[in-house]
C-alpha cells in the first residue's frame, strides 16, 4: 500500500484559493527567515486573517462534497492543524509499513483528543469557525485510519501482545543500526539470537496457549517474525553501504533524522517549533516524489527493496521525531522562550539539589537567588516585555518562575533547620 499523495486542485475556486495561500505562507517565510528579529503577533494578524478567509472561501466552495486530504500558536487553532497534518503523515506510513506498537496507537490517540477540545473550545469563543470546520474534519479522518490499526492490535491475543510489541522493536532497532556511520555487525548477531529465542517459543509453527491452542494473531505475529529474520539477512548482506546513485536522498534524509535527533536532546535551547514546519515540507516533497510507493531512478527503474525500506524507514523516523517535538513544545512565545529555558534548566537544577539530599548550607542557593531575582527584575508591572512588546505565555514563564523560587525557598528552610539542629545548645544547665 502507498502512502497517499496530495494531488492539486482541479476546481477553478479551489486553485485560486491555493495561489492565495501559497501567496500568504511566501510573505510568513520571508518574516521567519529574518532572525535578527522576533515574528510579533501584530506582523502576521493580517495574513493570519487573510488565511481565515481564503479557509472559508475552501469550506463554502467544498460545501456537500467528500475531500479525501488538504494541503497544508501552541493550544490554537493553526497549531492543532499543523500537528493534525503530522499525525495524518504518520498514520498514512504506519499503515504502510503495517508496523506499528500499541504505545505508538495510544499516544495519537490521547493527541487527537486533545486536539477535539481545542477545536471544541475555539468553536464557542470564536466568530470565524471555518478553520475549525476544517481541522474537525481532519481530526476524524486521522481517528478512521487510527482506528483501522487498533482493531488489527486487538486482534492479536493478550498474551501474545508483548511478543508482537518486542518484533517491532527489534525491527526498528536494526533498521536504525543500518543507518549508522559506523555499521557493526554484533548489533545485529544480538538481535538474531532474540529472533531465535522467540522462534523456539512456537510449536508447529504457532504460537500457543498453555494448554496447545492456537492464540489468535498467532500467523500475523509469525509474519512479522519471518519479515525480522529476512531483514536480518539483508542488513547483515549489505554490510551498511548504500547505493551510490540513491545517495543524494539518502544524505538528505540521514541529515533531517540527525538534527531531529539532536532537536529531541537540546530542544530546550534550540527548537524554533517553525522550523520542525520546515523539516516537514522537506520530508513531504521526497515523500511525495515516489511512484507506487516507490521512488525512480533517472533510467525509470524503481529502487531496489533494501534502498526503499531504508529512505522509508528515514522519513518514517523523522515524522516521528516530528509528531514527538511538536506535543512536547510549549505555549510560550518565541520572544519569551530564552526566558523560558533559563527557567526550565533552573528547576531541573533546583529539584536534583532537592532530590539529592538538599544543600548544606544556604550560602550554596546563593547563584540560584540572584538568577531568579535578576529574572524576576526583567518585569514591567509584572509582565515580561520586548521592545515595549508584551509576548504571549506570560502565564507559563510567570508560573515556572514562581515553582522556582518555591523550589529554592524550600531548600533554603530545610537549611536552616539543619544548620540549627546541629548547633549545640549552649544554655548553662540549672542544677
Known amino acids: 500500500m502507498e502512502t497517499p499523495k496530495f494531488p492539486p486542485p482541479r476546481d477553478e475556486g479551489e486553485k485560486e484559493v491555493l495561489e492565495r495561500l501559497v501567496s500568504i505562507q511566501d510573505q510568513l517565510l520571508l518574516r521567519k527567515l529574518d532572525r535578527t528579529t522576533y515574528v510579533r503577533s501584530q506582523d502576521v494578524i493580517g495574513l493570519y486573517d487573510e488565511t481565515i478567509h481564503q479557509v472559508k472561501r475552501l469550506n ?4 456537500g462534497k467528500s ?20 499525525i495524518k503523515r504518520l498514520l ?11 504505545k505508538d496507537l495510544e499516544s495519537m490517540s490521547h493527541t487527537l483528543e486533545h486536539l477535539s477540545g481545542i477545536i471544541h473550545n475555539n468553536a464557542t469563543t470564536e466568530a470565524a469557525p471555518w478553520l ?56 545485529i548477531h544480538k538481535f538474531e539470537l532474540q529472533l531465535k529465542e522467540i522462534d523456539d517459543m512456537r510449536k508447529d509453527g504457532n504460537f ?17 517474525l519471518e519479515r525480522c529474520q529476512m531483514y536480518t539477512g539483508i542488513v547483515l548482506e549489505r554490510g551498511g553501504k548504500f547505493p551510490d546513485k540513491w545517495r543524494p536522498i539518502y544524505d538528505v534524509l540521514i541529515g533531517i533524522r540527525n538534527d531531529l535527533d539532536k532537536l529531541s536532546l537540546t530542544q530546550a535551547w534550540s527548537l524554533r517549533e517553525t522550523d520542525l514546519y520546515d523539516f516537514q515540507r522537506q520530508l513531504d516533497k521526497i515523500d511525495e516524489s515516489r511512484v507506487d510507493g516507490n521512488w525512480i531512478d533517472d533510467e525509470g527503474q524503481p529502487a531496489e527493496l533494501y534502498v526503499q525500506r531504508t529512505l522509508l524507514y528515514l522519513i518514517r523516523r523523522s515524522y516521528g521525531y516530528i509528531y514527538h517535538l511538536m506535543i512536547s ?6 520572544a519569551l522562550l530564552p ?24 550560602r550554596e542557593l546563593y547563584p540560584y537567588s540572584m538568577k531568579l531575582n535578576s529574572i524576576d527584575n526583567m518585569r514591567v508591572d509584572g509582565k515580561f516585555l520586548v521592545a515595549d512588546d508584551i509576548p ?18 524550600e531548600l533554603r528552610v530545610a537549611a536552616e533547620d539543619a544548620s540549627r539542629s546541629q548547633t549545640p545548645d549552649k544554655t548553662p544547665e540549672i542544677r
Do not use: W
Open 60 to 63: 463554502e466552495i467544498r460545501c
Open 67 to 86: 475531500v479525501e486530504e488538504n494541503r497544508g500558536r501552541n493550544n490554537e487553532a493553526p497549531a492543532a492543524y499543523a500537528l493534525t497534518s503530522t
Open 92 to 102: 498514512d506510513h504506519l499503515t504502510e509499513a503495517d508496523l506499528f506498537s500499541a
Open 132 to 187: 475549525e470546520t476544517l481541522i474537525a474534519s481532519r481530526i476524524e479522518r486521522c481517528r478512521a485510519s487510527l482506528t483501522k490499526l487498533q482493531s488489527k492490535v486487538e486482534h492479536i491475543a493478550e498474551p501474545l501482545r508483548p511478543t508482537a510489541e518486542k518484533l517491532v522493536s527489534i525491527l526498528r532497532q536494526m533498521a536504525m543500526i543500518n543507518t549508522k556511520s559506523k555499521f557493526s555487525q554484533k548489533d
Open 208 to 224: 500457543v496457549d498453555e494448554q496447545g491452542n492456537t492464540l489468535q494473531g498467532s500467523d500475523g505475529v509469525t509474519a512479522l
Open 329 to 334: 513544545s510549549e505555549p510560550v512565545s518565541e
Open 339 to 362: 526566558i523560558y529555558n533559563q527557567l526550565q534548566t533552573l528547576k531541573r537544577c533546583l529539584l536534583e539539589v532537592k532530590n539529592s539530599g538538599g544543600v548544606a548550607s544556604v
Open 392 to 409: 504571549e505565555g506570560q502565564g507559563s514563564v510567570i508560573e515556572l518562575l514562581s515553582e522556582c523560587f518555591d523550589l529554592n525557598y
